[in-house]
């Protein structure tokens, strides 16, 4: 392993605590001038938390200018955001006309974000917990990168959380995945200021959150005291000091930084043992102020010791536990509800003169010339990064040619067509597949028994299964998760930022069961709102998988793939347009930033992550050959991946419908519904009804290829007509049903899309168990019931004509 990078401190210690209080300063008045200052005209409160970012500036302040390196990566807890951002304006990251526009529109956004803010931003942290997992998940691939592509510059990888994140289930998922163990390049800081949004909290939970840390395998260590309490508790009759302290109520003890003087030195030794006021008289009230509030997490020297020490750690995660007070250095500091509090001017103004500054100044770097500015400016040469090396061209094929002779599932085709992958020499190495424990029963397997397990160490096999072969190996090349979609989603965002995080682009792909993808829900936001770039199948879908009853029947899904910003949704029902969509998506995904492969041109916009939802239920595929042998594979294809093509056209199958003028329908479906709608396409035509059906193979592309031409129509004030992919999947005005086994609503906009009458049918209840029959006939689903809303859709049309 490479050694970390470790930066020399500054001669002076005097000199970080003049970069702390001006870190505090900015911070504090990055939030006052958006408060105080910017005129929104709304009326709405622009918000921000001076409290909650004092209490990290002595963390930030060590770590940025006395210990991080180059290659370093840090979350930043939400609520330190404006730390961060002058932290970064001190090192010349971040241009001035930023401070003041925090939570504006195109300036410093609320939480740190990678994909927004302007200073490089390394994990996104707006939803909290999410934060603290990034950069564990950033780990394992940087292990799995250093494995099979050669060791990157060393790095570590750090979280700074509040301790109120604790509170997080997935907090407490990553730390307890194998995937995660033996990091030791991964440091935890908690903001332990036991002061959660509402209240201080009542009692201290360490010992509970140690106890879980360590038996998790992770180095714990504690900043509780600064070196000048720790010193003073030395003395004879000091230990009795530092028991009270460690005995006081939490609530007693954040109370003291409200007070000084006789008041304070009162409030301290109630309920405290006689020993304790003994010792405490022989320090004045302006000594024993400072002295009894000397938390670790506000000593500089401390924090270093702390971070020091969880370098020298190397086979195991780190955590450390930093004792701080929230609103450190301001008025407010320990108030209970400092949480979203804001300085009144002329506490602003005091501020501003205790550090050093006036009005003329206050948003001034440091004096270049000064010793301050003089190391400020050698940590910013230091902490500098060299620009990401270009990476090898990599060519996803259009399609691996899967042949199916029988009727087949999505599902099985999605894992033939990955294992058909595994055999291109080029893109091989960059594929990376990951599960929580489903791998086997998503079709990975025949991907894992080609590739093996990722392991750091190789394991022995005490299984012998043909069907399986789980070779664990540091070469495997499938990542398996413990059961938590959370995980599944943290790693898929990290896997698919290796470009920018590690060096190395890769081609990941996950699998899920469908009705838990919202289990996994806040963590797939979270990292396509960080730009992560990925594919992931949820997978069975739908009532379709009807034995196992409604808690295993997904119905939102394909909504939430379709309303999701950075994803494309994708759900085809027939063999050669998944291989198409696959192939497609990949190739975008390495045709992006850091990837330099090639796809079917440029990725459209809003395009990043990969949804597929699919099914068990075997369809027969005849059709699907019938519509490539009249539209022919070029227009097909490129229809298929637009989102929409005719897969039954009613004139050409029945001349006599086109020729007799007969009414025309369009039945437009998804997935694995599509042998019900041609039924139903086939009981219309027997009664003189022209239905053409239509396969929606990606309902995603297809409305925001509508939402985009109706906004460039509202912006410039013109009419649109409805996009190509939609003209050519419906090149006749008719009413239409759409059918899906989803939520209606998911394709209930097409008939305004189209501007013609639509009836919706899909599943709006949570279904049970039974046949596929049954449950299809539950939800108007089976044939008789689409023939019954195609007749409805054209009375309804020929009332409105």
């Known amino acids: 392993m490479n050694e970390l990078s470790v930066p020399p401190r500054p001669p002076d210690p005097a000199v970080l605590d003049e970069i702390q209080r001006r870190v505090l300063w900015l911070a504090t008045r990055i939030v006052d001038a958006a408060n105080r200052e910017r005129d929104t005209g709304d009326g709405v409160k622009v918000g921000g938390h001076q409290a909650s970012s004092a209490s990290l500036v002595t963390a930030m302040t060590a770590l940025w200018f006395a210990h991080l390196g180059a290659e370093d990566r840090v979350a930043v807890k939400p609520h330190a955001s404006p730390v961060f951002h002058a932290v970064q304006y001190l090192l010349g990251n971040l241009d001035r006309s930023y401070l003041t526009r925090l939570r504006a529109r195109g300036g410093l956004q609320s939480y740190p974000s990678r994909t927004k803010d302007p200073d490089g931003v390394d994990f996104s942290t707006g939803s909290v917990g999410l934060g603290a997992a990034a950069p564990l998940f950033a780990a394992v691939t940087r292990r799995y990168v250093d494995a099979h592509f050669g060791e990157r510059p060393a790095s570590r990888f750090v979280a700074l959380i509040g301790d109120a994140e604790l509170d997080e289930g997935n907090i407490w998922e990553a730390v307890a995945d194998p995937s995660t163990a033996g990091l030791g390049n991964v440091m935890w800081l908690v903001d332990f200021n036991r002061q959660s949004l509402d209240r201080v909290v009542p009692g201290i939970r360490i010992d509970q959150w140690r106890g879980q840390f360590e038996a998790a395998g992770w180095h714990v260590a504690e900043v509780k005291y600064g070196h000048r309490l720790r010193e003073v508790c030395a003395r004879p009759g000091g230990g009795h000091l530092r028991a009270w302290i460690d005995a006081m109520p939490n609530e007693q003890y954040q109370s003291l930084f409200g007070l000084d003087g006789p008041a304070l030195r009162e409030r301290f030794l109630d309920g405290a043992p006689a020993e304790v006021a003994e010792f405490a008289a022989g320090f004045s009230d302006e000594e024993l102020a400072p002295l009894v509030t000397d938390l670790g997490g506000h000593d500089l020297d401390a924090m270093l010791e702390a971070f020091a020490e969880c370098d020298v750690v190397r086979d195991r995660p780190s955590v450390v536990f930093a004792y701080t007070v929230k609103g450190w250095g301001l008025p407010m500091a320990g108030g209970a509800r400092n949480h979203s509090a804001l300085l009144s001017g002329e506490q602003i103004d005091d501020l501003r003169a205790r550090t050093g500054l006036d009005v003329a100044t206050e948003w001034d770097r440091l004096d270049p010339a000064s010793p301050a500015g003089e190391w400020a400016a050698r940590r910013s040469a230091e902490l500098a990064r060299a620009p990401r090396r270009p990476a090898a061209p990599v060519k996803v094929p259009a399609a691996t040619g899967v042949r199916v002779t029988k009727p087949v599932s999505t599902q099985e085709v999605f894992g033939r067509v990955l294992t058909d992958l595994a055999r291109d020499e080029a893109v091989l190495p960059r594929l990376v597949t990951t599960a929580p424990d489903v791998a086997t029963s998503t079709n990975l397997a025949g991907f894992i028994n080609k590739t093996g397990v990722f392991s750091p160490a190789r394991?022995?096999?005490?299984?012998?299964?043909?069907?399986?072969?789980?070779?664990?190996?540091?070469?495997?090349?499938?990542?398996?998760l413990g059961i938590s979609e959370m995980n599944l989603f943290l790693l898929l965002g990290q896997l698919g930022l290796s470009w920018d995080l590690s060096d190395q682009p890769l081609l990941p792909v996950g699998t899920v069961y469908d009705p838990f993808v919202l289990r996994g829900l806040d963590a797939f936001v979270h990292g396509v709102y960080s730009g992560a770039r990925f594919v992931v199948a949820g997978t069975p879908s739908g009532v379709t998988l009807a034995p196992e009853g409604g808690a295993h029947q997904s119905t939102i899904t394909a909504s939430v793939g379709m309303e999701l910003p950075g994803v494309t949704f994708v759900e085809p029902a027939y063999a050669t347009a998944l291989d198409w969509l696959l192939c497609d998506a990949l190739g975008r995904i390495a045709a992006a930033p850091g990837g330099r492969g090639s796809g079917d041109g440029d990725a459209e916009d809003g395009e990043g992550a990969y949804y597929f939802r699919l099914s068990t239920r075997p369809v027969d595929q005849a059709p699907f050959a019938a519509a490539r042998s009249r539209l022919g594979d070029e227009t097909l294809?490129?229809?298929?991946?637009?989102?929409?093509?005719?897969?039954?056209?009613?004139?050409?199958?029945?001349?006599?419908?086109?020729?007799?003028g007969a009414p025309v329908v369009h039945l437009a479906a998804s997935g694995a519904v599509l042998p019900e709608v041609l039924e139903a396409a086939a009981e219309l035509a027997d009664e003189g009804i022209a239905a053409h059906v239509v396969d929606i193979t990606s309902a995603g592309r297809l409305y925001r290829s509508w939402q985009r031409s109706l906004r460039e129509g509202v912006r410039t004030a013109t009419t649109r007509r409805p996009p190509g992919a939609l003209r050519a999947a419906f090149p006749v005005r008719a009413p239409v049903v759409t059918v899906h086994d989803a939520a209606s609503h998911a394709m209930s906009w097409l008939g305004t899309a189209l501007g013609v009458p639509g009836v919706p049918l899909g599943v709006d209840e949570f279904g049970q168990s039974g046949t596929v029959r049954d449950l299809y006939e539950l939800h108007d689903l089976l044939p008789g019931s689409i023939v019954n809303a195609a007749l409805a859709a054209l009375d309804l049309y020929s009332s409105d004509v």
Not at 467 to 479: F, T
Not at 643 to 659: F, I, N, S
């Open 459 to 480: 394991r022995r096999s005490w299984t012998e299964d043909r069907l399986v072969r789980w070779s664990e190996n540091p070469a495997g090349q499938h990542i398996e």
């Open 637 to 660: 294809r490129r229809q298929t991946l637009a989102g929409a093509y005719q897969l039954r056209d009613a004139h050409h199958d029945h001349p006599e419908l086109r020729d007799g």
